[in-house]
């Protein structure tokens, strides 16, 4: 049975919605790149582990306190214990494996595991998933976030593809808990010419939206 729980992620993920997550085989790109993205307003970035010096970097950006900070791409309970030593908030990864989620609720931090289907969904938030990671992301994109929800909306999910600056806004008002950005802010043309600059104004576009978005749904008093 799901527990609601709140350790710093959770918190973090329902106050800012969106996760920057890097993926490269250069570990300086990678935290040149989150850096970008922190400088443009994200505070939530997840550091692949199959990105060189994953776990140097976790610990360099979670001495931020003001950043929560994950672990992708986790497929053994050591990646998970290695990871929060290393300073990780939340584990990510892209199957739903009931030993990874309950390794990383014995260590005290969020767990978003990785669902294709309404049935790995649903069984992903039984066994105790904070929020599900929706991957891959089927053709139809906000289209099927609706029709997952609507028979399910109990569901945290959060989708990690398909999202771009421009229908961020379309994913949360069908209901996601959060969402991802990979690709379409760490873009191949950006993250070869290594264009910060570029990232930065990129995230920083994504964040505004999603603040004027947040604003907008604020209870009245």
Not at 38 to 59: N, S
Not at 97 to 102: A, L
Not at 145 to 165: K, N, Q, S, W, Y
Not at 173 to 182: P, Q, T
Request: hydrophobic share 45%; charged share 20%; with cysteine.
């Amino acid at each position: 049975m799901n527990v609601e729980r709140k350790p710093l992620a959770i918190e973090r993920i329902l106050q800012h919605r969106v996760s920057a997550i890097i993926r490269t085989t250069d570990e300086r790109l990678a935290g040149d790149a989150i850096q970008a993205a922190v400088d443009g307003g994200f505070r939530v970035v997840e550091f692949t582990l199959t990105t060189p010096g994953a776990f140097k970097l976790i610990e360099r950006f979670a001495s931020d306190g003001g950043l929560a900070v994950g672990a992708g791409t986790v497929l053994q309970p050591q990646q998970a214990r290695d990871a929060v030593a290393a300073g990780a908030s939340f584990i990510v990864s892209p199957i739903t494996d009931p030993v990874i989620i309950d390794e990383s609720h014995a260590l005290g931090v969020a767990c978003i595991p990785g669902a294709y289907t309404p049935t790995e969904m649903e069984m992903a938030h039984r066994c105790g998933a904070d929020f599900v990671k929706v991957f891959p992301m089927p053709p139809g994109g906000v289209d099927f976030i609706v029709a997952i929800r609507l028979p399910l909306p109990h569901l945290r999910l959060f989708p990690t593809a398909g999202v771009d600056e421009n229908n961020v806004v379309a994913f949360l008002e069908a209901g996601c808990a959060g969402v991802g950005f990979v690709r379409t802010l760490f873009t191949p043309h950006d993250m070869a010419e290594r264009n910060f600059a570029a990232i930065r104004a990129t995230a920083s576009t994504i964040t505004s939206r999603v603040t004027d978005w947040l604003t907008s749904h604020e209870p009245r008093s």
